[in-house]
């Protein structure tokens, strides 16, 4: 009963509202929301220039916004560009060693679940040797990055400087390389700030473009 009353005030003109339209796709994303997030239709990139699309989850702060965050067309070369606009010492995991220089530093898992959210791609997390960590003073012993349609998509590789053997740690030649789930990575407290943090920026981030390319 609900989606037909929802279906038929789409249909029937409102002579109260003449500037509003409300488009099918979010209707659909307000009916079929949960208690936790909100389904959303965004571009899946592809080797061809065409994306295909994929689910997104919006969290539920944002659902009275769910129009704002149809994201259409977003590839994985301009969502890093957007990503560079939320990098900051506030959401970064080692704040201490983070500086403008490297601003992507200590962002690798926050980095990996937005590319998880966004295009629902898997999270893979690499563990690092102590004795090359100290080598090439990296801060950390791990790293997380993803995988989509069989290909590694790292956003944060480059914090790492030029000599670390980067490939060895993604092909598992350094230690056993594991798939991770987003709520194993969210049990960690700090990582679920800087999540917080960082999707709330992104989100904002996001907002700010579709707003500049609506029409009108």
Same mark, same amino acid.
């Given at each position: 009963?609900?989606?037909?009353?929802?279906?038929?005030?789409?249909?029937?003109?409102?002579?109260?509202?003449?500037?509003?339209?409300? +488009?099918?796709?979010?209707?659909?994303?307000?009916?079929?929301?949960?208690?936790?997030?909100?389904?959303?239709?965004?571009?899946?990139?592809?080797?061809?220039?065409? !994306?295909?699309? =994929?689910?997104?989850?919006?969290?539920?702060?944002?659902?009275?916004?769910?129009? #704002?965050?149809?994201?259409?067309?977003?590839?994985?070369?301009?969502? %890093?560009?957007?990503?560079?606009?939320?990098?900051?010492?506030? =959401?970064?995991?080692?704040?201490?060693?983070?500086?403008?220089?490297?601003? +992507?530093?200590?962002?690798?898992?926050?980095?990996?679940?937005?590319?998880?959210?966004?295009?629902?791609? =898997?999270?893979?997390?690499?563990? @690092?040797? !102590?004795? @090359?960590?100290?080598?090439?003073? =990296?801060?950390?012993?791990?790293?997380?990055?993803?995988?989509?349609? %069989?290909?590694?998509?790292?956003?944060?590789? #480059?914090?790492? %400087?030029?000599?670390?053997?980067?490939?060895?740690?993604?092909?598992?030649?350094?230690?056993?390389?594991?798939?991770?789930?987003?709520? #194993?990575?969210?049990?960690? #407290?700090?990582?679920?700030?800087?999540?917080?943090?960082?999707?709330?920026?992104?989100?904002?981030?996001?907002?700010?473009?579709?707003?500049?390319?609506?029409?009108?």
């Amino acid at each position: 009963m609900r989606i037909l009353l929802a279906v038929w005030s789409i249909m029937t003109p409102s002579r109260s509202k003449p500037t509003t339209i409300v +488009s099918s796709l979010e209707l659909m994303c307000v009916l079929l929301n949960d208690s936790k997030h909100t389904s959303i239709i965004t571009a899946k990139p592809h080797s061809t220039p065409e !994306p295909r699309l =994929t689910s997104v989850r919006c969290p539920l702060k944002f659902r009275k916004n769910v129009g #704002e965050f149809v994201v259409r067309r977003l590839s994985l070369k301009n969502f %890093g560009v957007y990503l560079r606009q939320c990098y900051s010492m506030k =959401t970064s995991s080692r704040p201490q060693n983070w500086a403008e220089i490297n601003p +992507s530093y200590g962002h690798c898992a926050v980095v990996a679940l937005a590319v998880h959210d966004y295009f629902g791609a =898997t999270i893979c997390n690499g563990k @690092i040797p !102590p004795e @090359i960590a100290h080598r090439h003073h =990296t801060g950390f012993l791990d790293h997380c990055w993803n995988m989509l349609d %069989g290909k590694c998509v790292d956003y944060t590789s #480059e914090q790492f %400087g030029p000599k670390f053997p980067y490939d060895d740690l993604v092909a598992g030649r350094l230690d056993a390389v594991r798939k991770v789930s987003k709520e #194993e990575l969210l049990r960690d #407290e700090l990582l679920a700030k800087n999540y917080a943090h960082f999707t709330c920026r992104l989100n904002a981030v996001l907002t700010q473009r579709h707003k500049q390319q609506a029409p009108g």
